[in-house]
């Protein structure tokens, strides 16, 4: 009888652990890496090139399927879809099939990169919130769950402009000195008492920067106003750059930098 207890209770451990080793094979990736799945996650570098904002507010992104196990996203010229395995720390991606959209030489590079970092990646992990796919310990692309800052759409009030003799120019009402960049190469400019419009380019990947102010309303600004100052900056503006949700331009011959911020309610 005693005999007979001691089988019956070690049948009964074994049948727990093996129960327990199948559901640890059984249980796919686990919650660690269900984090990365069901988010579209936006595109910040590639190749070790950081993406600079697109037109029309595009952005290259990324979403994971969990249910299909198909990965879905914009790669900077064209919409892509195609499967995935997702194993823990593990990720390997199957041949993608995209749209068959012509674009420019630029964004036909970028979507190069993307395609071939996908394919080489291996495993992911996340860093500093961003989400990173790798090959051995190489980093491919990084990715972020927010949208690059784009220099389009928002009115940029002029915080200050600091010069590289110290001197630092301040608006007592930097809504008063605005400005805002539109995507056909237009801007609307605020200065003072003056309404005033003109044309930009920008190169985004050296984010170089080009303004020509060329009309104006004529009203007589009280004494005090910046609105020269304010002007002339434009004229000078080389590079463009944005830091902690700020608008940064420098100035020729690295005279100084103007300062910009989002408008209350942008």
């Known amino acids: 009888m005693r005999k007979r207890l001691l089988v019956i209770a070690w049948s009964l451990f074994f049948g727990i652990l093996l129960v327990s080793c199948l559901k640890r094979e059984s249980s796919g990736p686990g919650p660690e890496a269900a984090g990365i799945e069901g988010i579209q996650w936006y595109l910040q570098e590639v190749a070790g090139s950081q993406i600079s904002p697109m037109a029309n507010n595009k952005q290259p ?9 198909q990965a879905t996203g914009f790669s900077g010229c064209n919409n892509f879809f195609g499967s995935y395995e997702l194993d823990g720390a593990s990720l390997k991606f199957g041949p993608v099939g995209s749209t068959r959209m ?30 990173l ?13 927010e949208k690059i800052q784009g220099l389009f759409g928002p009115v940029w009030q002029w915080v200050q402009t600091l010069y590289n003799d110290d001197r630092k120019v301040v ?57 020269d100052e304010f002007v002339k900056g434009f004229s000078a503006a080389v590079i463009y750059s944005f830091k902690d949700g700020d608008l940064y331009i420098d100035l020729k011959f690295d005279s100084g930098t103007m300062r910009f911020s989002k408008q209350q309610g942008e």
């Not at 992104?61 to 196990?69: D, E, P, Y």
Request: net charge negative.
């Open 61 to 69: 992104h990324i979403m994971l399927n969990s249910g299909r196990k």
């Open 102 to 131: 012509a674009c420019p030489d630029l964004e036909m590079s970028l979507e190069t990169e993307v395609f071939k970092a996908l394919e080489h990646t291996r495993t992911w992990k996340i860093q500093g919130g961003e989400l």
């Open 133 to 145: 796919f790798l090959s051995d310990n190489d980093v491919l692309v990084r990715f972020s769950r």
């Open 171 to 227: 608006p007592e009402n930097p809504a008063n000195y605005t400005v805002q960049f539109k995507e056909d190469g237009k801007l609307s400019v605020k200065g003072d008492c003056n309404q005033k419009g003109g044309v930009y380019s920008v190169s985004p990947g050296e984010k170089t920067i080009s303004i020509e102010i060329t009309h104006s309303t004529m009203a007589f600004c009280p004494e005090g106003s910046l609105e």
